[in-house]
């Protein structure tokens, strides 16, 4: 068994034997910037929901919140590390200095926003907790802005496992593949179902 797969098994067997509290933990430690995939973790909480055994909404809020008190914990070694702690010790959870110059190119360029916008972005969205400690920025501001952030991302991916149901493995591939067009292929996916929805909705009623 390979890496990949090891580590998919670790995320499927986490969640099954903590349900919610597996899936807030596994989140945590993707917001703590440890490689554990959201883009993994996420669709198969959807597909246990598709299956009956887990809540969409509680999946999505167990997700967000655990990835909201990752970011916390990040933020948390911006402000009292520093910029210099971080290149010391991050290789230790694979971050290099490059993810780290890329997420404060957009803290940089958006400022507060950037913390928002950015959850919606692959890899800067586990990153840009660091320069916001870095920078100091208010922690009150820093934590609802990653919450609301987070919460449609969480959201995305656990409906996407949801309306794909036996087939929500595939959205793997589609994020191993194409990192910068996963927000794209998310919508588009959510917008098919949900047309697909309405139409069958307004076909019944006719």
């Known amino acids: 068994m390979g890496l990949i797969e090891w580590g998919i098994l670790f995320i499927k067997?986490?969640?099954?034997?903590?349900?919610?509290?597996?899936?807030?933990?596994?989140?945590?430690?993707?917001?703590?910037?440890?490689?554990?995939?959201?883009?993994?973790?996420?669709?198969?909480?959807?597909?246990?929901?598709?299956?009956?055994?887990?809540?969409?909404?509680?999946?999505?809020?167990?997700?967000?919140?655990?990835?909201?008190?990752?970011?916390?914990?990040?933020?948390?070694?911006?402000?009292?590390?520093?910029?210099?702690?971080?290149?010391?010790?991050?290789k230790y959870v694979m971050l290099s200095e490059r993810s780290l110059i890329s997420a404060e190119k957009w803290f940089s360029k958006y400022g507060n926003s950037a913390v928002f916008f950015a959850r919606l972005v692959p890899v800067i969205r586990s990153f840009i907790s660091l320069p916001a400690g870095i920078a100091k920025m208010n922690f009150a501001h820093f934590t609802v802005l990653s919450f609301l952030g987070t919460l449609p991302w969480c959201f995305a991916l656990a409906y996407a496992g949801y309306a794909l149901g036996p087939s929500w493995e595939g959205i793997v591939e589609v994020f191993r593949d194409l990192d910068v067009l996963i927000l794209l292929g998310i919508v588009i996916i959510l917008a098919w179902f949900l047309w697909r929805r309405r139409k069958k909705s307004s076909d019944h009623s006719e």
């Open 13 to 90: 067997e986490t969640i099954l034997d903590l349900g919610y509290a597996g899936i807030a933990f596994l989140m945590a430690l993707d917001g703590a910037c440890v490689p554990v995939p959201s883009e993994i973790v996420m669709p198969f909480a959807g597909w246990l929901a598709y299956k009956g055994e887990l809540d969409l909404i509680a999946v999505s809020l167990a997700g967000t919140i655990g990835c909201t008190l990752g970011s916390i914990a990040t933020y948390a070694v911006g402000l009292y590390g520093g910029r210099a702690f971080i290149l010391k010790y991050g």
